[in-house]
């Protein structure tokens, strides 16, 4: 089974892809990760059309199951929110396309299931990242690591799930 994570954006959109042979294993790998980065000087509509393109070529290439992504929560900064959420719907709208089964997360969620606490730092859910998948070097970009933690929270989540 393949996963897809996805940490949204307009300008850096993360993503990942993590496989596992059963949803319920505790073993797990990552396949891929990385960041559709967008030209900040190009229109909107140009800049959400890219990361489609960019992402549709990514299910394509890698044939993911399951999409986990990162609900929006809380924004400080309403000109950044309404971008996240127009790239969260294109992601969306592929995932439906593509018959992913999808899965959403809070940050606060991906930081208490990865770290047992909530409120945790990103370098907190860098190094559970690294302990989970066994990695040497830090992934790069941090957008790229917050997909990954978001991939792995839904397999803990699915652990739990068979677990009961």
Known sequence: MRILGIDPGTAR??????ETARPESKQY??????????????ANAER???IR????????????EILAIE???FFKNLKTVIPVA????VVLELAYEHNLK???YTPLQVKQILTGHG???KSAVEHAVMLDLKLTEKIRPDDAVDAVAIAICFLRQSLLEFDR
């Open 119 to 121: 409120r945790a730092e």
């Open 13 to 18: 959109l993360g993503y990942s892809i993590l």
């Open 48 to 50: 959400l059309h890219e």
């Open 86 to 89: 127009e790239a969260r719907g």
């Open 102 to 104: 999808i899965f959403e």
């Open 29 to 42: 790998e990552l396949v891929e990760c990385g960041i559709i980065q967008t030209d900040k000087n190009k």
């Open 53 to 64: 393109i960019d992402l549709k070529n990514l299910i394509n290439n890698f044939q993911p």
């Open 71 to 73: 609900q929006l929560f």
